[in-house]
C-alpha cells in the first residue's frame, strides 16, 4: 500500500484479508528476515552513540543527568542534549547501516517487479 502505483489493496483490512487468504498466516511476516538485517545493527550501534553523545554533550554544556534540581535553565539545556544526541546518533547508525537498507530496498523491488 506504500508503494505508488501498487493499487492491489481498497485498505488495510482488504490488504491483511487478501494476504491471509493467499499467503496465509506467514504472509504477513513476508520480508522480515531482510528488514532485521539492517534494523538489529541500526539498533544495536545507535544506543551506545546515543549514550556516547548524552555524555558529550552533557560535557560540553556542564549539566549532569544526576542532579536533583527543577530549574527551568537545567530543564532545556537536557532537552537540547537528549534532543542532539539522539540526532547525532540517528546521523551515525544511518551512515553504517545504509548499505543494508539498500540492500533491504533492493530485495523488496525484486520482489514486486
Not at 552533557?58 to 544526541?85: C, G, P, W
Request: charged share 20%.
Amino acid at each position: 500500500m506504500e508503494v505508488v502505483g501498487f493499487a492491489e489493496y481498497a485498505n488495510t483490512w482488504d490488504a491483511a484479508k487478501q494476504i491471509n487468504r493467499k499467503e496465509g498466516f506467514r504472509g504477513f511476516f513476508t520480508g522480515l528476515k531482510i528488514s532485521l538485517i539492517r534494523d538489529v545493527p541500526f539498533s544495536g550501534i545507535f544506543y551506545p552513540f546515543y549514550n556516547f553523545f548524552k555524555d558529550w554533550y552533557s560535557m560540553i554544556f556542564s549539566v549532569s543527568f544526576n542532579e536533583h534540581q527543577s530549574s527551568h535553565d537545567r530543564a532545556l539545556k537536557l532537552a537540547y542534549i537528549t534532543s542532539l544526541s539522539s540526532f547525532s546518533a540517528n546521523v551515525v547508525s544511518c551512515v553504517v547501516t545504509h548499505p543494508l537498507d539498500l540492500i533491504r530496498t533492493r530485495v523488496y523491488f525484486q520482489f514486486y517487479n
